[in-house]
């Protein structure tokens, strides 16, 4: 009988992540993070750490009255590393709406994202996907 494999998928790892998400729940997103992971962001600049990580989950997800994530392409680039495109849509707690896609990059070790690279900017999606295939590489 064929073994099962105890490697983690981790597309659909990352599908979780995104569920967590649009259910606002940060404790389920936090689960899939390393203690000390890394996020990458270009609003922010760099997160590190669990407290950090939270603190900037809960107010991303709390300045909004609405929202959503949807996935529109997902990919394991390979190495554990995946290239997630999002669209993002939502009402600010103050007004005005949003709608915008974005490029994640996940980096997964051992069933857990390391790192997390995020831009806001759809016209980033082609570094993001530079920045997956490099990563990818690196990770061989």
Do not use: C, K
Not at 20 to 46: C, H, K, M, Q, Y
Not at 77 to 104: K, N, Y
């Amino acid at each position: 009988m064929p073994e099962e494999s105890t490697t983690p998928n981790v597309i659909e790892l990352t599908r979780r992540t995104l569920e967590a998400g649009n259910r606002r729940d940060v404790d389920a997103i936090l689960s899939f993070f390393a203690a000390d992971a890394l996020w990458e962001t270009t609003l922010d600049g760099p997160i590190e750490g669990e407290e950090a990580i939270r603190g900037a989950f809960e107010d991303w997800l709390g300045s909004y009255e609405a929202y959503e994530i949807q996935l529109e392409e997902i990919a394991h680039v390979g190495g554990g590393v995946v290239l997630a495109l999002t669209r993002h849509r939502g009402r600010l707690a103050g007004g005005g709406d949003l709608h915008q896609v974005s490029p994640w990059v996940y980096v997964w070790e051992d069933g857990v994202i390391t790192r997390f690279l995020t831009t806001w900017d759809d016209r980033g999606i082609d570094e993001a996907r530079a920045a997956a295939e490099r990563l990818a590489e690196q990770r061989g």
